[in-house]
Structure formats: C-alpha cells, structure tokens
C-alpha cells in the first residue's frame, strides 16, 4: 500500500513534519512509516579513529532509539484516534530504526516501492542545530531518489489550497507535474505554474515559443483542470521565487532539482537548496532524472 516515510530524530521539528505526512497521508490514503537513523559513537569519523566503542553501547543506543520511535508512533496513533472523522480513512503508522547518518540509510527507504514520498522537517531553534540540519536537508536533496518534502517548523497543518510549481520550461518538468496533480486533485487545490525569468527576455520570441510548446504538452498530458501559468519577472531565480512565496502566498512550493555540473555540484548551492535554507512553506523537491514518478 501507497506508504510515506518520515525521517524522525525525535525533535520537535520532526515530530511535526510526521503529523504534516499524517495529514496528507489521510487525503491520498496512504500508511506512514516513522524511520530514524541513529549514529553510535563509530559512526562519528574523529571519534572512532581514536577510540574502540564496545558493542554493549551500540545495543544500548539501539534499544534507546526504539524505544522512544515506539512511544512516539503510540502517542501519534492516539492522537489520530482522537481526531479521526467517523468513516474517514486511518493510516496505519509503523516505525524503523537503522544505524548509520541519515543519508545512508536512504536505500533501504528507497528499495521499499510502496514509499511515495519521503518527508523530513527543516529550521532549527538555534545556530548549530539550523546548521546540522541543513546539512542534513542539502544532503538529502541531493542523494535521495524518493520525492522530498521539506517541512518547515512553523508550517501550518491544513488543507493545500494552491500549490506553486516553479518551473524552467523544461518539458521533463510535465511528468511532475502530472504528479503533483495527483496530491492537488485530492484537496481540490490549484497548481501554478510559475516561470522566473528577465523582464525583458534578451529572445522574447524564443521564450514565447517555448512558452507556447510546455503548455501545450501540458495540456495533453495532464488531465487536472485546476491548473494556470505565470510569468514572474526576475533576474535572479532565488529572489524571484522568494518574492512568489511572499505575494502568491502558496501551500506549498514544487522544485525539481537538477544537478548541473560537477563543479556547481561541489562549489555553489543550487537554488533549490537554496530555497529549501530558508522557506516558510513546506518544499516538495523532486530529484532529476527519475526511472518512474511515484503517483500520490
């Protein structure tokens, strides 16, 4: 069955993240998987270079971990309980653990087919835990094969009325979109297309037919209604995008992330970790190329 996983590392940032796949979970129908990874001693390269950690304290940090994913997961199923509307779907919420940094254990999640989405929180309180984990959150971006959805902490858990997928005009982009239209369809919500691009393009013609060719395409390969298209003028993709957030006022971003070069790769960040550093609603970012889209 259709499954959405929660990477959990028992903050409340990630607890909130597992009630917002809790919510969606309800609307497409799907089951949710609580998975933490935890890091021994060993996993840590200084400290295992200059110590040897017995296996008594890996089991203790095991039984640790399990422990509190398991009162985690009971006090969740509570308040699902609680709110459940009488004939309304309930998802079965289940819980993993594995050793190992959080992007290791990727690939158990991923050879898992039922998983749809992959859902992680964002923003910390402090210095070093916004630093943490946005490491955390650029590495995922860039390693995870799964969908990801960046919930920010202060995001509100309601219904997604309007959803802005920022798109470069890139015809790959429509089989997200016939996705995302997926999600849109089962709360009823409106999709944007949102292109950033110069005021004053310096081929306008070649845009506008590039324009022309994507909503074309779109048209007959997406069978949602809902769906419109903007231009948002911008020289810079990031401030533009930043400015769509703030007047547009979406429920949720859509990014796909491409990996341009391997020298972007390893000395710039690319818009979409940039955007996912610093955004106030939640980030569906979808990997670039993908073999098959998971269908909400």
């Not at 609580?34 to 270079?49: Q, R």
């Not at 289940?94 to 254990?105: A, D, H, I, K, Y």
């Not at 920010?152 to 015809?171: C, R």
């Not at 919500?189 to 060719?213: C, M, R």
């Amino acid at each position: 069955m259709k499954t959405i996983a929660v990477l959990i590392d028992f903050s409340e940032r990630s607890e909130h993240a597992a009630r917002y796949a809790l919510h969606v979970a309800k609307k497409i129908n799907a089951n949710v998987l609580l998975s933490n990874a935890f890091l021994v001693p060993a996993d840590i390269p200084m400290a295992a270079a200059q110590v040897a950690w017995p296996v008594y304290e890996y089991e203790e940090i095991k039984a640790d971990s399990e422990m509190s994913l398991k009162k985690l997961c009971n006090k969740l199923k509570h308040e699902l309980k609680e709110r459940l509307i009488p004939g309304a779907f309930m998802p079965a919420i289940t819980c993993s653990c594995e050793e190992g940094p959080v992007v290791n254990t990727l690939a158990t999640l991923e050879n898992n087919k039922d998983i749809v989405l992959l859902v992680a929180g964002t923003h910390g309180s402090d210095a070093m835990t916004t630093f943490v984990l946005g490491n955390n959150c650029r590495e995922l971006i860039d390693d995870t094969k799964l969908p990801l959805l960046l919930i920010p902490g202060d995001a509100p858990i309601k219904n997604i009325e309007k959803l802005i997928f920022a798109s470069d005009l890139n015809l790959d982009d429509i089989q997200y979109i016939n996705a995302v239209a997926g999600l849109a369809k089962e709360f009823s919500a409106d999709i944007v297309i949102g292109n950033v691009n110069p005021e004053l393009p310096a081929d306008a013609t070649k845009h506008n037919k590039a324009e022309n060719s994507f909503m074309q395409q779109m048209v007959l390969k997406v069978g949602y209604k809902r769906i419109s298209y903007r231009n948002f003028p911008n020289q810079n993709v990031k401030k533009g995008i930043a400015l769509v957030l703030e007047n547009e006022k979406p429920d949720m971003l859509v990014m796909v992330h491409r990996k341009s070069s391997l020298f972007d790769f390893f000395f710039k960040s690319s818009v979409t970790k940039k955007i996912a550093a610093n955004t106030t609603v939640p980030l569906l970012v979808y990997p670039y190329p993908m073999d098959s889209v998971p269908v909400f």
